[in-house]
């Protein structure tokens, strides 16, 4: 078992050493998954703030500060103060944040029917399957250690 284990998350750490950012320029991974986070956020309500943005990314709020920073000074977003509530600032993306995201998109899209049409359809789906099931083994296993952990 302890070589299927080293293999697999040998398998799993090779896909750290791409670089995916060397597709789309000018962008970083996060400012990528920032822009996209608006975008789609923006679809489900008028006004963005800051915390819900740092909330859907998962991220530390000085690391999307910096990054919204550095998107702002690119002309990519715009914030916006909340003139009742000064506590809160709404971000959104420019017309230019909005063409660079679907640049991104458009080329991520195209990576990836690149490399999955290498594939054969069957060997994928079954990969998707198996690493459905990963995740779940995992969750579940997750959850007895935690109940464990209580219990002692």
Avoid: W
Avoid at 3 to 9: A, H, P, V
Wanted: charged share 35%; hydrophobic share 35%.
């Amino acid at each position: 078992m302890d070589d299927l284990f080293t293999r697999f998350f040998f398998a799993l750490y090779q896909f750290h050493k791409l670089h995916m950012g060397d597709l789309v320029p000018d962008i970083t991974k996060l400012e990528g998954m920032t822009m996209a986070a608006i975008k789609h956020c923006s679809g489900e309500k008028e006004e963005l703030t800051v915390s819900e943005l740092t909330a859907k990314l998962k991220a530390k709020g000085p690391a999307v500060s910096r990054t919204l920073k550095t998107l702002e000074d690119k002309g990519y977003i715009e914030r916006d103060v909340n003139k009742a509530d000064r506590r809160n600032t709404y971000v959104k993306l420019t017309a230019s944040g909005e063409q660079k995201q679907e640049e991104c998109e458009q080329i991520m899209s195209s990576f990836a029917h690149a490399v999955i049409s290498k594939i054969d359809r069957d060997d994928m789906e079954q990969l998707i399957d198996c690493l459905n099931e990963l995740y779940e083994a995992s969750r579940e296993e997750i959850e007895d250690r935690k109940m464990r952990q209580k219990g002692e």
